[in-house]
């Protein structure tokens, strides 16, 4: 897993607003190269997520109950997080990340090809004024 698949996971999701962007927060401060836990304070999720500590606490209960986050407590330390995409979400994170982007479905669409015998691209606008077309010249 990586982080790009843990955040789509995490969106992709019906989680609270809060929920996803304490995962969010907590997911940055993982080492997703060698896979070490990450352990942020709650002061640290507070100053990174502009929510309150008990907001913090629940939305971290509602991680692990969901199965997005498994926490082991420390002794007068922070808690270890390891970030973590339920079974059930892995098949609706592949649906998410092979999605077309915005980028994509424009290209498309701004390079379709003309019908054959006209002279016209499909999308025209032509309630262009001459006044809008000597506005237009200063960008061409």
Same mark, same amino acid.
């Given at each position: 897993?990586?982080?790009?698949?843990?955040?789509?996971?995490?969106?992709?999701?019906?989680?609270?607003?809060? +929920? $996803?962007?304490? !995962?969010?927060?907590?997911s940055y401060h993982y080492n997703w190269k060698e896979s070490?836990?990450?352990?942020?304070?709650?002061? %640290?999720?507070?100053?990174? /997520?502009?929510?309150? $500590? !008990? %907001?913090?606490?629940?939305?971290?209960?509602?991680?692990? +109950?969901?199965?997005?986050?498994?926490?082991?407590?420390?002794?007068?330390?922070?808690?270890?997080?390891?970030?973590?995409?339920? %079974?059930q979400c892995q098949t609706e994170t592949l649906v998410v990340?092979?999605?077309?982007?915005?980028?994509?479905?424009?290209?498309?669409?701004?390079?379709?090809?003309?019908?054959?015998?006209?002279?016209?691209?499909?999308? /025209?606008?032509?309630?262009?004024?001459?006044?809008?077309?000597?506005?237009?010249?200063?960008?061409?």
């Amino acid at each position: 897993m990586n982080s790009y698949e843990y955040q789509d996971a995490v969106l992709a999701s019906n989680l609270s607003a809060n +929920a $996803k962007l304490t !995962a969010l927060a907590i997911s940055y401060h993982y080492n997703w190269k060698e896979s070490t836990e990450s352990f942020p304070s709650i002061s %640290t999720l507070v100053a990174r /997520t502009s929510l309150s $500590k !008990a %907001t913090i606490h629940r939305a971290k209960a509602e991680l692990i +109950a969901r199965g997005f986050l498994a926490s082991t407590r420390r002794y007068n330390q922070s808690n270890l997080y390891v970030p973590l995409i339920p %079974t059930q979400c892995q098949t609706e994170t592949l649906v998410v990340s092979h999605r077309r982007t915005n980028n994509e479905y424009n290209y498309e669409y701004n390079n379709e090809i003309k019908e054959e015998g006209s002279n016209e691209p499909l999308a /025209t606008n032509n309630n262009f004024s001459l006044e809008d077309e000597k506005i237009w010249e200063m960008f061409r």
